[in-house]
């Protein structure tokens, strides 16, 4: 009988600085045990320890390895109301939630969303421990860092690829090196004026080839600015395969979920396809989409290596970056 092991947070690399993570809280800590140890165990538990809220399906950027651009992910796009997010908030901390990201897995830009720095602060005040976002920064002005710090942002991580302009805006279509870097650096500085210790600030750069054989400079260029600089794994979407057979199995269904901007539960924050209806929070539970019988099925056959008979994950980038890797 094949023995399934699954490695919790094998796609992140942490390569500078000091973790976002690192805190003394208890609670934040059991959070951080729970998350390495239910994936590890096939545990469950009764409500995810975190959802990923997708403030914003819609992105300011198209960026050239990101799965939006080159599969379109969605047919339908949009940002997330208030309402639906208050709800989501509401049942998450009732049922023990510890913690949120307001953004999906593969697409949108959560600082488009005008209601981002009330999200927030309606999370915090409701005891939400980890509210987190990722951006591209863009859109990170002094009035918008301000309103988040406010707010009480827990941690931010910023995609910003290498320390050259033309690398970076290859990559990062239809954004400018120069305006992001004054953005970031502004954030910082204010942050510190406000002698806030949150949001921490983590940079990080896909894992692309141009960036990787010299990543020790980009780790220098950011090392005295921001609290962590680190790497994901580069994935190659235009060659995802189907029908691939693996002991692995994905962390992911026994931490977290994924609330798309129209409230559409899903398994994942991969997934996209809708092709187990979870239900939609506006209408139903978070905590009965968790325990309900597709979730527990879609466990069963990852915890058997058959994975790659669920429809959304035969050929769901994670998998199969994390298969080769292992070939």
Not at 54 to 69: D, G, H, K, P, Q
């Amino acid at each position: 009988m094949t023995i399934i092991s699954i490695e919790v947070n094998a796609n992140f690399h942490t390569i500078g600085g000091k973790s976002v993570l690192d805190k003394n809280d208890p609670v934040f800590l059991e959070y951080r045990r729970k998350w390495k140890e239910w994936p590890e165990n096939f545990e469950n538990g009764d409500f995810p320890l975190h959802l990923d809220i997708e403030a914003s399906s819609v992105c300011n950027l198209r960026c050239e390895f990101c799965e939006a651009t080159i599969d379109n992910i969605g047919t339908r796009s949009g940002y997330m109301d208030i309402e639906t997010f208050t709800k989501i908030i509401d049942e998450g901390v009732e049922c023990g939630l510890y913690a949120i990201k307001l953004n999906s897995g593969a697409r949108g830009e959560p600082l488009l969303n005008k209601n981002i720095i009330k999200m927030v602060e309606y999370a915090k005040k409701k005891g939400i421990i980890d509210v987190y976002m990722n951006t591209n920064a863009v859109l990170l002005t002094k009035e918008m860092g301000y309103g988040l710090i406010k707010a009480g942002l827990d941690r931010i991580s910023i995609s910003f690829e290498g320390t050259d302009p033309a690398i970076y805006e290859k990559y990062r279509v239809g954004a400018k090196f120069e305006k992001v870097r004054q953005n970031i650096l502004d954030f910082v500085e204010l942050r510190n004026s406000m002698g806030s210790g949150n949001p921490k600030i983590r940079m990080q750069t896909v894992g692309v080839p141009e960036i990787l054989k010299d990543i020790n400079k980009y780790v220098g260029y950011w090392s005295e600015i921001v609290d962590e600089i680190a790497f994901i794994d580069s994935k190659d979407y235009k060659n995802i395969k189907k029908s691939l057979v693996s002991d692995w199995a994905c962390p992911y269904i026994w931490q977290r979920m994924m609330v798309t901007w129209d409230g559409t539960i899903s398994v994942c924050g991969f997934d996209y396809s809708n092709d187990f209806n979870l239900g939609n929070v506006k209408s139903d539970s978070i905590r009965e989409a968790w325990n309900g019988t597709e979730m527990e099925q879609i466990r069963n056959l990852h915890k058997k290596g058959m994975a790659h008979k669920v429809a959304i994950c035969d050929g769901c980038s994670f998998r199969t970056t994390e298969i080769y890797k292992r070939s």
